[in-house]
């Protein structure tokens, strides 16, 4: 029978400042107890991907299962401003989610990667030992191709207000040059947007062989995941990773201005969970 869970917030000291954590508790946490840590998606999309997160949370917790996420400097509930964000320091404060769920009392630990959490995830998967699996959520592969998709909403808003029309190319000579750019309200800094350039699951997934439960969400039946998606699954197989990949219908949750939810991702993903041993 599915178990209580306990919900705690807490103020932890990361690198740059104090971060801001929620923790999902079982009942009983012992040596055998799983936590999830959430590696969570850029910008707009982790509000976007709270609830979904959130209902993750309610659902495994009651297994035995512990769920942790951080809001990363800059970002959330945490210390700092969006503009002061970058990079490595998200991956370091993702390493110290790590970390303090070891404090908790867990020492079975896992990542659920959102979006381009997918990315950090994986950067922190090649520090963090005796890591359980990873779970991958609509992951995105390459965080140039993300960069890209992220400065058109920006052309797209300026040429609806019949502004000058920039070219990808001409935010990120100003980047280049050492200067902010805002999309939607999002302070990108020259450390961010060149530590999300460079990161592609290409260059991460040559050494780590750990089980991954990869879900993508897909509109329809008739739809697939994308090509480049499979490539990168079969050539992490090939590296001899165990990776049960599922697709999901449902809408692109991480998109939808409005509260938009896949409770199948979460339905798929707990039998996933639960069925893992």
Known sequence: ???????????????????????????????????????ASFAEEMNRCRYMNTMFAQQVSQFNYGFLSIDAYGTGDSEGEFKDSNWEQSCQDLLGAVTYARTLGYQKISILGVRLGALQALQVAQETKHLQRLILWQPVISGQAALIQFLRIRIAASMQRGEQQETVQDLENQINSGQHISVSGYDIGPALFKGIKAAKFDSLVDSLVVPVGWFTVITSADRKTPRSDMMMIEKWRQKGARIDHQEIIGPPFWLAHERTLVPELIEATVRYVTQFY
């Open 1 to 39: 029978m599915p178990s209580q869970y306990r919900i705690k917030a807490d103020l932890i000291q990361g690198g740059a400042g104090k971060l801001f954590a929620l923790h999902y508790a079982p009942q009983n946490i012992t040596s055998d107890t799983e936590c999830f840590v959430v590696a």
